[in-house]
């Protein structure tokens, strides 16, 4: 695509295309990205300097070439590198030739359900890889892009009607664990202009109790989810210095779920501390298993996370029962939560 033409494009595509975009089985915020992608209203930096913004105009990703959604998306050696990864080199190179926004649409739509999601994702991941590049966290190597990237898109092609947003009477809650279970719950904490973060992370009875719950300032961290797996270590290893041998670990972090039950994180920059979780949990509990859950679910592992990450550098606490203002949230949970 030689550079996404917005004017003509906007007057050319068929009420068809949009029809086809909104039908496609992925989330809303995706289409909506294609959408703007069709417009040519990415806030690329050559679509910003044309809007009168002084700026460098090179690639956030590559920092070589203009950047405009053909080069980010399209041309970009490091997008060649991710498609690589997904093995969708060749439709990555057709889409690159196209010469406007209303054939890429068409090219898109045309394409087989598996490979129209997969490139749908590919795209909309790599942008908001690109943003968050901008805002200073680590660039992802190719194969931790691609392996969030393969998450989403299974899980999009595994649910063919995709769950309207639940309203208010339907948000998920935390849930007590079973009679003799304990549950974590951790979560991580992240400032991109600092570097810095935050773990917290929480263990709960039946009853819903606190049994253990610590925080920690993280003086680098590396991204928001190298919070989240530190997060997640640390409550391991508070279950493990318990003696506690039934233990289930709750994360609001698909990506971290996954990377416990395969070993696609093993050569990344966690990969040791994912080793190690997985270590622990084999040699020093009777049974252990990781859910994923919804941000509702894990406040009480948040607002510790916020107490670890507005901590003194190098700071470490540890509670038997929750502090001041986490405990508001922990009744909260016990009123309405249910095994």
């Given at each position: 695509m030689?550079?996404v033409?917005?004017?003509?494009?906007?007057s050319?595509?068929q009420?068809?295309?949009?029809?086809g975009i909104w039908?496609?089985?992925c989330p809303?915020?995706?289409?909506?990205f294609?959408?703007?992608?069709?417009?040519?209203?990415?806030a690329v930096?050559?679509?910003?300097e044309?809007?009168?913004?002084?700026?460098d105009?090179?690639?956030?990703?590559?920092?070589?070439?203009?950047?405009?959604?053909?080069?980010?998306?399209f041309?970009?050696?490091?997008?060649?590198?991710?498609?690589?990864?997904?093995?969708?080199?060749?439709?990555?190179?057709?889409?690159?030739?196209?010469?406007?926004?209303?054939?890429?649409?068409?090219?898109?739509?045309?394409?087989?359900?598996?490979d129209?999601?997969?490139?749908?994702?590919?795209?909309?991941?790599?942008?908001?890889e690109?943003n968050?590049v901008?805002?200073?966290?680590?660039r992802k190597?190719?194969a931790?892009?691609?392996?969030?990237?393969?998450?989403?898109?299974e899980?999009?092609?595994k649910?063919?009607?995709?769950?309207?947003?639940?309203?208010r009477?339907?948000v998920e809650r935390?849930?007590?664990p079973?009679?003799?279970?304990?549950?974590?719950?951790?979560?991580?904490?992240?400032n991109?202009?600092?570097g810095a973060?935050?773990?917290?992370?929480?263990?709960?009875n039946?009853m819903?109790?606190?049994?253990k719950?610590?925080?920690?300032h993280?003086?680098?961290?590396?991204?928001?989810?190298?919070?989240?797996?530190?997060a997640?270590?640390?409550?391991v290893?508070?279950?493990e210095?318990?003696?506690?041998?039934?233990?289930?670990?709750?994360?609001?972090?698909i990506?971290?779920k996954?990377?416990?039950v395969?070993?696609?994180?093993?050569?990344?920059?966690v990969?040791?501390l994912?080793?190690?979780?997985?270590?622990?949990a084999?040699?020093?509990?009777?049974?252990?298993?990781c859910?994923?859950?919804?941000?509702?679910?894990?406040?009480?592992?948040?607002?510790?996370?916020?107490?670890g990450?507005?901590?003194?550098?190098?700071?470490?606490?540890?509670?038997?029962?929750?502090?001041?203002?986490?405990?508001v949230?922990?009744?909260?949970?016990?009123?309405?939560?249910?095994?």
């Amino acid at each position: 695509m030689r550079g996404v033409q917005g004017t003509s494009a906007r007057s050319s595509l068929q009420k068809e295309h949009w029809a086809g975009i909104w039908a496609m089985n992925c989330p809303g915020k995706i289409k909506h990205f294609i959408w703007r992608l069709a417009h040519n209203s990415l806030a690329v930096r050559m679509n910003l300097e044309r809007r009168g913004l002084e700026l460098d105009t090179r690639c956030v990703m590559c920092n070589r070439l203009n950047e405009d959604s053909a080069h980010l998306l399209f041309k970009c050696k490091f997008a060649k590198h991710l498609c690589w990864e997904l093995g969708l080199e060749e439709k990555r190179q057709h889409l690159s030739e196209l010469q406007n926004a209303e054939e890429t649409i068409k090219v898109l739509l045309k394409m087989e359900k598996r490979d129209q999601i997969y490139v749908c994702v590919t795209l909309y991941q790599w942008w908001r890889e690109r943003n968050n590049v901008r805002e200073g966290e680590r660039r992802k190597s190719p194969a931790e892009v691609a392996f969030i990237i393969q998450v989403q898109a299974e899980e999009f092609l595994k649910n063919p009607e995709l769950p309207v947003r639940a309203s208010r009477e339907g948000v998920e809650r935390w849930k007590r664990p079973a009679e003799d279970v304990l549950k974590i719950n951790s979560d991580g904490s992240f400032n991109p202009k600092t570097g810095a973060g935050g773990w917290g992370a929480v263990i709960r009875n039946s009853m819903g109790q606190v049994v253990k719950a610590g925080a920690g300032h993280i003086h680098h961290a590396l991204d928001a989810f190298h919070t989240e797996v530190i997060a997640a270590l640390e409550g391991v290893k508070m279950a493990e210095m318990a003696g506690m041998t039934n233990v289930v670990l709750e994360t609001d972090a698909i990506l971290l779920k996954y990377a416990l039950v395969n070993n696609s994180f093993k050569l990344s920059s966690v990969g040791g501390l994912i080793h190690e979780i997985k270590a622990i949990a084999d040699a020093c509990f009777s049974s252990f298993s990781c859910c994923h859950c919804n941000r509702g679910c894990n406040q009480v592992a948040h607002a510790f996370a916020d107490i670890g990450c507005n901590g003194p550098r190098g700071t470490i606490q540890y509670w038997e029962s929750p502090p001041s203002g986490v405990d508001v949230l922990v009744a909260s949970d016990c009123a309405v939560s249910t095994v």
